[in-house]
């Protein structure tokens, strides 16, 4: 299976979600969460002239001649969704395309905005290697790593498959 962003991201949240997303147990449809996350992704494609572009296994909220900007709901991981920006820096680099990441945060009916700033070094490079190994080994697994209960796995999406 191609890594995508998702699967980077998902790695960092949480490993057993990246393992079953990954291997094609998607029960994101029926998550609220998700939901407004697609929501909020089509209001802001409708405001702006950079919509979402799609090349080979990534998805890019946002692209413009400085910054590959990724949207998010909440600031709730950012860590996440800092390797999922580095990421898709470096798939871009890798196709000559160089640019700086912008993480837009949305709080509270777009009241709130949070942003963060990326750039893709050598050290986050190797360790983006590192961390696509990580995930490439996780996805061959035979099965999906125990459940580890956390506060926040209540609002997944894979809850009750976990759980219940």
């Given at each position: 299976m191609k890594i995508t962003g998702t699967l980077i991201n998902y790695f960092f949240h949480c490993k057993r979600q990246c393992y079953l997303h990954g291997n094609r147990i998607n029960l994101e449809d029926n998550s609220?969460?998700?939901?407004?996350?697609?929501?909020?992704?089509?209001?802001?494609?409708?405001?702006?002239?950079?919509?979402?572009?799609s090349i080979e296994n990534i998805k890019l909220d946002k692209l413009t001649n400085e910054y590959i900007t990724e949207i998010k709901k909440s600031d709730s991981d950012i860590e996440a969704v800092r390797?999922?920006?580095?990421?898709?820096?470096?798939?871009?680099?890798?196709?000559?395309?160089?640019?700086?990441?912008?993480?837009?945060?949305?709080?509270?009916?777009?009241?709130?905005?949070?942003?963060v700033y990326e750039e893709l070094t050598k050290d986050k490079e190797e360790k983006l290697r590192f961390i696509v190994r990580n995930v490439e080994e996780l996805l061959q697994m035979e099965a999906p790593p125990e459940a580890q209960f956390t506060p926040r796995c209540k609002k997944c999406a894979y809850y009750y498959y976990c759980y219940i």
């Open positions: 609220e969460d998700v939901k407004i996350g697609k929501a909020l992704h089509e209001l802001k494609k409708e405001e702006s002239k950079y919509s979402e572009i390797w999922q920006l580095l990421f898709y820096l470096k798939v871009l680099k890798d196709k000559g395309i160089e640019r700086k990441g912008k993480i837009e945060f949305l709080e509270k009916n777009n009241s709130n905005k949070k942003f």
